[in-house]
């Protein structure tokens, strides 16, 4: 049965920094694509983040470019999203997803497995 169990959502103050962690289990971690999804109060779930499964490519929305960093580890079976310069507009659930191909998509429908979500809120 796969597993994904997202973690380190909490509150901050905009400008704040948090670190998520998604941790897989159930599938071969090292042969999925991992994105990070997000869905605001009355909003529709949107790409933040995706990264191949050697964390050689990786794609952002432009919303979150240049602050936001996706990566990975393998070893630990945990993809990461490092969020610097927080806005209120990130207020959101997180939600982090897996895909078997190879290629990094930007679309919720292209992953095939979901975790429960963390929320992120960030206070002006």
């Known amino acids: 049965q796969v597993q994904l169990v997202e973690s380190g959502g909490g509150l901050v103050q905009a400008g704040g920094s948090l670190r998520l962690s998604c941790g897989a289990s159930g599938l071969t971690f090292s042969s999925y694509t991992m994105g990070w999804f997000r869905q605001a109060p009355g909003k529709e779930r949107e790409f933040v983040a995706a990264i191949s499964w050697s964390g050689g490519v990786t794609q952002y929305a432009d919303s979150v470019k240049g602050r936001f960093t996706i990566s990975r580890d393998n070893a630990k079976n945990t993809m990461y999203l490092r969020m610097n310069s927080l806005k209120p507009g990130d207020t959101a659930v997180y939600y982090c997803?897996?895909?078997?191909?190879?290629?990094?998509?930007?679309?919720?429908?292209?992953?095939?497995?979901w975790g429960q979500g963390t929320q992120v809120t960030v206070s002006s």
């Open positions: 997803a897996a895909d078997r191909t190879i290629a990094v998509y930007t679309t919720e429908y292209q992953y095939d497995y």
